[in-house]
């Protein structure tokens, strides 16, 4: 089981980013794929979880509004583009496989990548 993200970087606040996640080794057709993120000295907050159909999707409302979550099926991605950025959006993005496919218990996870940081500075 993969999960690899990138897309981190640098950015001022008001810009944004795209994440990617690229998966394999676990059948997409059953699991949701959800990202979390991790500032230093702060607890995990899950970010958004799209659901296997893409017909569910969930934001934390700290995002909503400015982030927005897609998959293509063609490259085994999932994206999180993020945009309006602000000073607290700065962390560490890891996506996350969720063993289900409507984003039940999207919070508890079963694989993880291994995380992409993001920076927001000007």
């Known amino acids: 089981v993969q999960l690899v993200e990138s897309g981190g970087g640098l950015a001022q606040p008001g810009g944004s980013l795209r994440l990617s996640c690229e998966y394999s080794?676990?059948?997409?057709?059953?699991?949701?794929i959800a990202w979390f993120r991790q500032a230093p000295w702060a607890e995990r907050e899950g970010v958004s979880c799209?659901?296997?159909?893409?017909?569910?999707?969930y934001y934390a409302n700290s995002v909503l509004g400015r982030f927005t979550t897609s998959r293509d099926n063609v490259k085994n991605t999932v994206y999180l583009q993020m945009d309006n950025l602000k000073p607290e959006d700065a962390a560490t993005y890891y996506c996350?496989?969720?063993?289900?496919?409507?984003?039940?218990?999207?919070?508890?996870?079963?694989?993880w990548g291994q995380g992409t940081q993001v920076t927001i500075s000007s």
């Open positions: 080794g676990f059948p997409r057709n059953y699991y949701a």
């Open positions: 996350a496989a969720v063993e289900n496919r409507d984003c039940s218990s999207w919070r508890s996870p079963r694989f």
């Open positions: 799209l659901s296997v159909s893409d017909s569910n999707t």
